[in-house]
């Protein structure tokens, strides 16, 4: 912590760049952090209020490391949101607009235990694999306040602010249980169609694994040879297409009622 830091939020958007194993992160004018990625190793400086901010580090200082680091520490980043009932963890993949992020309010709204997303973080020990969830905020388009009735204030607000986006605090702002990690038992690849729709279809193990491997960071060979690895035992588990359309709401009770019993 540099004692002489004066900075004070709101903190801008972090910059980052990055030169073979080393990444640099700027956070404000005074605040930066150096990822040694050969090294396995993260020094920097903080203004004091930067330090002492424990939310700003919890939800953009600690993800945005983790992210960076996670394939040199053998953790593998998907795009993709996760939700569990009963124990059974789901990975849901979809490109943006997919509905990836709204099926998962949704779907956390109707009793699944909420993890991510957009973003999850896959690990192996031995042959067990855990889907694990960082304490980001869930990120919308504000005009999914029309699906969900309980956005209205906060869009009205983002709206006045000149921002197209909403970032929510799922357990503080919506009372959704979050958890921070499960087993995934399955993996639904999302494709949004026009109209209600709710079609499942197997996902060829292949198409499966080159659709996870699309949105992967650039590694270095080795590390880049562990993720594919992973994904390979990761696409083993059961995994399907989703047409899907109509409103969140309504396609995650399509779900609730005709899938979680093929998983459990």
Known sequence: VDPKGVTKPPWPKPFLRGLGSLIFAGFDT??????????????????????????????????VLMSMMAGSIGITELHCGCVAKDGCGLLLVGRSGSGKSTLTLALAQAGCAYLSDDRTFISRCDSRITAWGLPTTLKLRADAAGWFPDLKDLAQGAASNGKSELRIDPVRQLGIQ???????????????????????????????????????????PHVAEQQRT????????????????GTPQAVA????????????
């Open 178 to 220: 979050r958890i921070k990690r499960c087993e995934p038992r399955g993996i639904i690849f999302l494709e949004r169609r026009n109209g209600a729709a709710f079609e499942l279809s197997a996902m060829p193990r292949p198409a499966a694994a080159a659709r996870l491997e699309e949105d992967l960071i650039v590694e270095v």
């Open 30 to 63: 005074q605040s930066a952090i150096m990822i040694d990625l050969r090294r396995q190793r993260v020094f920097g400086r903080v203004s004091p209020v930067m330090a002492d901010d424990s939310a700003y580090w919890r939800t953009i200082i600690f993800p």
């Open 253 to 264: 009770e399509a779900f609730n009622r005709n899938f979680w019993r093929i998983v459990s």
């Open 230 to 245: 992973l994904i390979a035992q990761l696409v083993e588990l059961p995994r399907w297409r989703l047409a899907h359309g």
